[in-house]
């Protein structure tokens, strides 16, 4: 039975697909997106996670984990959270001993077994409402193994799946993996290389070219395009991606504006958010923005 790293599993979500769903987030992500929201998703493995409110600087964790380098923050000495990997003997100490959860662990191994249990628990409300599961992450296709067995067992028991995904992964997983999904939300980050290089240390041919195969090849494909400031937030910007996806075949496309939403996350994983201090984007400020896609023939929607 295949395996793979959670770090969470969101119930009776409206924004993932149609319905009321479950998200499976999927830790590990190939790119490192200046915005990204959930800086946890990133890496594969498990990992320590340390809040500075809920220190008491007792040093616990280090008696606990005595090869584990040590931190200072605010006068309170800690295990460093680069030091230990989450998910080791050590890490799992460090965890255990500290008597104010200040440390903590996020991911954890879970099988398809585990996962699936949990999903079926709301099949009543996917039924109801044409809801069913989404996978996420992170990038969910880096488990390709873990999502077809999983996916498997979900259409055994009538359950429909969605995957979120930025498409940064081979087109010989994609090409595999697209028809196991029912439902595909797949980014349009930009259509720059440059830029896509710049922000995300990602490569735009691959992403672009998987999206542009998903859109012939697969029957319910929605682009999502991430409207992030000081990156792809112009009209001229827009206007790129919307001639872009006319010529692929797209009819529409959902923005997703800016929120920073999950820059208290960096805090914790000990790392830099390049949009500290980025103001949020509203809809309600975006129209002209949403109008270059219509001008192009593109239903573009938040």
Same mark, same amino acid.
């Given at each position: $039975?295949?395996?793979?790293?959670?770090?969470?599993?969101?119930?009776?979500?409206?924004? &993932?697909?149609?319905?009321?769903?479950?998200?499976?987030?999927?830790?590990?992500?190939?790119?490192?997106?200046?915005?990204? @929201?959930?800086?946890?998703?990133? *890496?594969?493995?498990?990992?320590?996670?340390?809040? #500075?409110?809920?220190?008491?600087?007792?040093?616990?964790?280090?008696?606990?984990?005595?090869?584990?380098?040590?931190?200072?923050?605010?006068?309170?000495?800690?295990?460093?959270?680069?030091?230990?990997?989450?998910?080791?003997?050590?890490?799992? @100490?460090a965890v255990s001993?500290?008597?104010?959860?200040?440390?903590?662990?996020?991911?954890?191994?879970?099988?398809?077994?585990?996962?699936?249990?949990?999903?079926?628990?709301?099949?009543?409300?996917?039924?109801?409402?044409?809801?069913?599961?989404?996978?996420?992450?992170?990038?969910?296709?880096?488990?390709? %193994?873990?999502?077809? %067995?999983?996916?498997?067992?979900?259409?055994?028991?009538?359950? &429909?799946?969605?995957?979120?995904?930025?498409?940064?992964?081979?087109?010989?997983?994609?090409?595999? *993996?697209?028809?196991?999904?029912?439902? *595909?939300?797949?980014?349009?980050?930009?259509? &720059?290389?440059?830029? =896509?290089?710049?922000?995300?240390?990602?490569?735009?041919?691959? $992403?672009?070219?998987?999206?542009?195969?998903?859109?012939?090849?697969?029957?319910?494909?929605?682009?999502?395009?991430?409207? =992030?400031?000081?990156?792809n937030d112009t #009209?001229?910007?827009?206007?790129? $991606?919307?001639?872009?996806?006319? &010529?692929?075949?797209? =009819?529409?496309?959902?923005?997703?504006?800016?929120?920073?939403?999950?820059?208290?996350? +960096? %805090?914790l994983l000990g $790392?830099? +958010?390049?949009?500290?201090?980025?103001?949020?984007?509203?809809?309600?400020?975006?129209?002209? +923005?949403?109008?270059?896609?219509?001008?192009?023939?593109?239903?573009?929607?938040?």
């Amino acid at each position: $039975m295949q395996s793979a790293t959670v770090f969470n599993v969101q119930k009776f979500s409206l924004n &993932d697909g149609p319905g009321i769903r479950t998200v499976v987030f999927l830790k590990g992500c190939p790119l490192r997106c200046t915005w990204c @929201a959930n800086p946890e998703s990133q *890496m594969r493995a498990p990992q320590l996670e340390w809040k #500075n409110s809920a220190c008491i600087g007792c040093g616990a964790c280090l008696k606990a984990a005595p090869g584990a380098e040590a931190a200072v923050h605010a006068n309170k000495r800690h295990v460093d959270v680069h030091s230990l990997a989450g998910d080791s003997n050590e890490g799992r @100490a460090a965890v255990s001993a500290c008597p104010t959860h200040a440390l903590t662990c996020t991911g954890e191994t879970k099988t398809v077994e585990e996962v699936l249990r949990v999903c079926l628990q709301d099949k009543p409300f996917y039924e109801d409402s044409g809801g069913g599961v989404t996978l996420s992450g992170g990038e969910a296709l880096v488990w390709p %193994e873990f999502c077809e %067995e999983l996916l498997g067992r979900l259409h055994e028991e009538g359950v &429909d799946t969605c995957v979120e995904t930025e498409a940064h992964v081979s087109p010989k997983v994609f090409r595999h *993996m697209a028809p196991l999904f029912d439902h *595909m939300l797949v980014d349009l980050k930009h259509v &720059d290389a440059n830029k =896509i290089f710049a922000h995300t240390a990602g490569q735009a041919n691959l $992403m672009l070219d998987n999206l542009r195969w998903a859109i012939a090849n697969h029957p319910d494909v929605l682009p999502r395009t991430p409207v =992030i400031p000081g990156f792809n937030d112009t #009209n001229q910007d827009a206007r790129a $991606m919307a001639v872009w996806l006319r &010529d692929a075949g797209a =009819i529409r496309v959902q923005l997703l504006p800016f929120h920073n939403f999950g820059e208290n996350k +960096y %805090e914790l994983l000990g $790392m830099d +958010y390049a949009l500290r201090g980025a103001k949020n984007l509203r809809s309600e400020n975006l129209e002209e +923005y949403r109008q270059v896609f219509v001008d192009e023939g593109i239903q573009a929607f938040f």
